[in-house]
């Protein structure tokens, strides 16, 4: 008799535990169930705004009341290191939801999709996406009557031509300044031979922005 008894509170144990892994493996696999489609992305370059439009995934219950989906940029490239960068109130699983970002630094970003789901767990993209607001031709031709550089693409050296004296700083993509010098009327020399390859914008002070590429 003690004998069935134990071969019982066995038998109970075992089912005991094997429930617990099928609770366990069940909820590890709601985590990851979660398919997050990225935002489709519109880029207004003159009027520097960005349109996200999102469909929420059918799965998903989102934690409410609080911002629950998130875009994060990442100027450092690196993409397990985030900084939020706009956030949005989620509305049901599937809803589809649109905001703009708007006066976005000209530069490019990298951005991730996020939900933010009942078990307090942030559910990430897997796609990171890259977004540019550059400058518009518009502006390049406002810019041009006030200064120019050449030559674009430069190695060593810039030229800048000015109508007037002016202090102007270099930035690269990412709105980082990296040279500040002041220059004078007529022609200047500068070196960026220190700088590395890429896309550069030049800044006067009276707001004039040239962009040139360091090769």
Same mark, same amino acid.
């Given at each position: +008799?003690? !004998?069935? &008894?134990?071969?019982? +509170? ?14 366990? *493996?069940?909820?590890?696999? %709601? ?10 992305? &519109? ?17 998903? !219950? ?12 990442? &100027? ?7 900084? /939020?960068?706009? *956030?949005?109130? =989620?509305? =049901?699983?599937? %809803?589809?939801?649109?905001?703009? =970002? ?10 991730r999709f996020a939900v933010l789901t009942d078990d307090s767990t942030y559910h990430f993209s897997n796609i990171v996406q #890259?977004?540019?607001? /550059?400058?518009? #031709? ?5 810019? =041009? ?8 693409? !430069? ?6 031509? *000015?109508?007037? @004296? ?5 930035? @690269? ?7 500040? *010098?002041?220059? %004078? ?5 500068? #070196? ?12 006067t002070g009276n707001y004039s922005i040239q962009k040139f590429l360091k090769e």
């Open positions: +008799m003690l !004998a069935e &008894t134990d071969n019982s +509170m066995k038998i109970i144990r075992l089912f005991t535990f094997i429930a617990i892994l099928l609770a366990v *493996s069940t909820t590890q696999a %709601q985590k990851l169930v979660y398919d997050l489609a990225p935002p489709t992305i &519109t880029v207004n370059n003159a009027a520097r705004t960005v349109s996200f439009d999102v469909v929420l995934p059918q799965n998903v !219950a989102v934690k409410g009341g609080v911002a629950n989906c998130y875009l994060y940029k990442d &100027t450092a490239k690196v993409p397990d290191s985030y900084g /939020e960068l706009f *956030s949005f109130f =989620a509305g =049901a699983p599937g %809803q589809n939801l649109n905001f703009i =970002a708007t006066d976005v630094k000209y530069g490019c970003y990298f951005s #890259n977004i540019c607001v /550059e400058l518009p #031709n518009a502006i390049d031709k406002i810019s =041009a009557t006030t200064i120019s550089v050449y030559p674009n693409p !430069a190695t060593n050296t810039i030229n800048i031509k *000015s109508k007037e @004296n002016t202090n102007i700083v270099i930035t @690269n993509l990412a709105g980082v300044k990296v040279l500040e *010098s002041t220059i %004078q009327a007529g022609e200047n020399n500068i #070196n960026i031979s220190i700088l590395p390859q890429g896309f550069y914008f030049v800044k």
